[in-house]
């Protein structure tokens, strides 16, 4: 959910390339300090991009309840600035998360900065499932024109042909004001 209370999300609408986009979560606890965590899909730095050809469209794949990485207890016992950590993985065809690792990007922490949020980023990560990412491919670029509805192959698809894809997330720690809760901000992103 966004700062303004509404939902933001992809249009999944003439992607040329599925090396970017947003895919998000929205999660809530609560404790005793105010303990935020921010997390956004990224293009990880060098990510290799794949040009579809016109009788092509691709879905994204999709979240399945992956659940936020845990916050260290003995970090909500301090303050913490905003610190971003960044994730990469493949999520192969079978929806499951292979080679999860942290991401030295521009805007994300030294993942030496942090080992325990680190660690916990890695084992969550580690844990999520999705919904495959899927390469529609039809007869011709007018039957993809007609039939594909931005969501998923529709129509007379020759193909569904689930692929694996490599991904990179960002989320950001903070704990401040003396309450703990672990909120997640959807944002249309990098």
């Known amino acids: 959910m966004a700062a303004d209370g509404g939902e933001r999300?992809?249009?999944?609408?003439?992607?040329?390339?599925?090396a970017g986009g947003v895919v998000l979560l929205a999660l809530g606890a609560c404790t005793s300090r105010l303990a935020g965590l921010d997390q956004r899909m990224i293009v990880p730095e060098g990510a290799t991009r794949y040009e579809m050809a016109s009788n092509q469209a691709f879905v994204f794949p999709t979240p399945r309840e992956n659940p936020a990485p845990a916050f260290p207890p003995e970090l909500t016992r301090r303050e913490l600035p905003p610190t971003t950590l960044c994730a990469g993985f493949v999520v192969d065809p079978e929806g499951h998360v292979r080679?999860?690792?942290?991401?030295?990007?521009p805007g994300c922490a030294p993942p030496e900065a942090q080992p325990q949020l680190g660690a916990a980023v890695v084992e969550a990560v580690s844990s999520w499932r999705f919904d495959p990412a899927v390469l529609c491919i039809y007869p011709d670029a007018t039957t993809?024109?007609?039939?594909?509805n931005g969501v998923g192959c529709a129509g007379a698809v020759a193909e569904a042909k689930p692929v694996a894809v490599t991904l990179g997330w960002a989320f950001t720690f903070e704990v401040r004001e003396g309450r703990a809760q672990v909120v997640a901000a959807r944002n249309r992103g990098r």
């Open 99 to 105: 080679q999860a690792k942290l991401l030295q990007d």
């Open 144 to 148: 993809r024109d007609r039939d594909w």
């Open 9 to 18: 999300t992809p249009s999944g609408h003439g992607m040329a390339a599925f």
